[in-house]
């Protein structure tokens, strides 16, 4: 397992209050996770603040899942 | 003291109503940061604050510009911590019939009472999301209930930050952070010296404790709200007129 889905998957389970072996690569953050739509906001916000970058509101709309959200830290994280 | 580690940031403070509720958070222990759209003004809130003996300062800050309320904000979390408790408080008239009443004056209206209110309020939600509370208290109008003619700007203004802060207190209740409105009645400030003198009289015969309210009984609502007592209320209007309306 990389050293970012380590993380995301961290924050995934701090943020929602999951157990960390419900958290999957193609778990849903709503329909899998429970998490309500500001859950989801404030999920985006933890992933900004642990990767230092930001995330543009039409970006983060399409961050559904564990793995999207793994894919689009992957892309734009610098250095 | 119950507010004692709290950061509040009160819009509007260095006269009138604003000044009295920045003094009443501070007097309970809050840092207080309070904002005047001029440095003077600003200058005359840390003076007010440092000469009770409490802990604060006063910052000029022109609520409609994006901005500069965006880097307030920051540079007070970056300063003295994440705002706690935040009162939007600042606002201003531009009564006309409506008739009469130009664009520009409902549009002043909307952007300073309404518009900047629901900015700064935006500002503030990230730090109190994190923090898993927070306290925001909006201040309203009688008028904003009752209607006044010659008002229908700001009447419209100070009834959308209701329904606003019913919104907002819905979306974010589950955070541990309260949106209560406070709308004062008639108070004793340079707004309403203004009213010339027959209006005043009208006015006393509708309230039954027959005179104005003093800006310190707007306060300590505010206070109340503020404080760990009012843990339990949100979505809320407390009117505070001296009974010219009831609700």
């Known amino acids: 397992m990389s050293n970012i889905e380590e993380r995301v998957k961290k924050i995934v389970v701090e ?23 500001l859950d989801t906001v404030e999920l985006v916000m933890a992933l900004e603040e642990e990767f230092e ?18 894919d689009y830290i992957n892309a734009h994280l610098q250095g | ?65 994006a901005e500069a309320v965006e ?21 201003i008239t531009r009564d006309n019939l409506m008739m009469r009443m130009k664009d520009e004056e409902w549009d002043a209206i909307i952007q300073t009472n309404l518009t900047a209110v629901w900015r700064v309020t935006r500002g503030v939600l990230r730090g109190m999301m994190k923090a898993r509370k927070g306290r925001i208290i909006n201040v309203g109008s009688v008028v904003g209930a009752t209607g006044n003619a010659g008002q ?45 003198d027959a209006q005043r009289d009208a006015l006393l015969g509708q309230i039954p404790l027959g005179r104005l309210g003093r800006p310190e009984e707007i306060a300590s609502v505010v206070a109340f709200l503020a404080s760990p007592a009012a843990a339990y209320v949100t979505g809320e209007t407390l009117h505070v007129n001296g009974g010219m309306y009831m609700v």
């Open chain 2, 152 to 196: 229908t700007n700001y009447a419209a203004a100070k009834a959308g930050i209701v329904g606003m802060g019913k919104s907002l207190a819905r979306e974010v209740g589950s955070r541990g952070i309260t949106v209560n409105t406070v709308a004062p009645g008639f108070i004793d400030t340079d707004m309403t010296r203004g009213l010339p």
């Open chain 1, 15 to 37: 943020q929602l209050g999951v157990k960390e072996e419900e958290v999957k690569a193609e778990s849903s953050f709503v329909d899998d996770l429970g998490a309500d739509s």
């Open chain 2, 1 to 65: 003291m119950n507010l004692e580690n709290e950061i509040a940031l009160v819009t509007g403070a260095s006269r009138g109503i604003g000044k009295a509720i920045a003094l009443a958070l501070a007097g309970q222990g809050a840092t207080v940061v309070g904002t005047a759209t001029s440095e003077s003004g600003a200058e005359s809130i840390t003076a007010y604050l440092r000469d009770a003996g409490h802990k604060g300062r006063g910052m000029a800050l022109d609520v409609t510009q």
């Open chain 1, 53 to 70: 970058t930001e995330i543009p509101d039409e970006e983060a709309e399409k961050i559904t899942t564990v793995q999207q959200a793994i």
């Open chain 2, 71 to 91: 880097s307030l904000i920051k540079q007070t979390t970056d300063d003295l911590g994440s705002i706690s408790i935040l009162v939007n408080n600042a606002g």
